[in-house]
Structure formats: C-alpha cells, structure tokens
C-alpha cells in the first residue's frame, strides 16, 4: 500500500542533512530532503507518484516569494503535497534556523 519509499540505503537522516547543508551552504528544507532521500543516485524519482508529488513540490516553491523560507509547520510545502505530520511525529524532521 506505501507508494512512497526512500532510497537512503543505511543513511540516516542526519547524515543526509549535514552532507546536504554543506552542499547548499544552508541548511535544507524539506523539500530538499525529500528530493533527495526519495529520488535514485542518479537524481530520478523512483516511481510516479514521487514524481508528480515533488513536481507539486517544485511549483509550490516557485510561488514563494524571493528569499523567503519554507519552515516546518503544519503549512509548510511538504505537508500541503505530502500529507500532514501526525500528532507527535514530524516527518523529515529538521529545525529551520538562521544561515
């Protein structure tokens, strides 16, 4: 019934963060995170419903004004597409602080 599975191998979350933080120069979003803990080495999404779910990511990012973040919160991109976070579980957790 999943239709979203992670392609992170023996890699947890946090070390993913910190090579994506040192990648980006700032610490990711979780939009960042999914794309790259649910895509293949190669950069592809692993199936079609990840693919439709990070495009609606992608033009959800587009309408953020310039400069502005996208902080964990029950309205932030990843919870409007993916689902919201259960009560006491925040998926792809991460804090969203100062560069």
């Excluded at 990648?23 to 293949?40: E, F, Q, T």
């Amino acid at each position: 019934m999943k239709t979203m599975n992670h392609n992170m191998g023996k890699n947890s979350f946090d070390q993913i963060r910190a090579r994506e933080k040192k990648m980006l120069g700032r610490n990711p979003s979780r939009v960042d995170m999914c794309k790259h803990c649910y895509s293949k080495k190669n950069g592809e999404p692993s199936n079609s419903a990840i693919t439709s779910k990070m495009n609606e990511m992608e033009e959800e990012v587009s309408k953020l004004p310039h400069g502005t973040k996208d902080c964990v919160g029950p309205k932030d991109i990843f919870a409007k597409v993916v689902r919201k976070d259960k009560h006491g579980q925040v998926q792809i957790l991460f804090r969203c602080l100062p560069k």
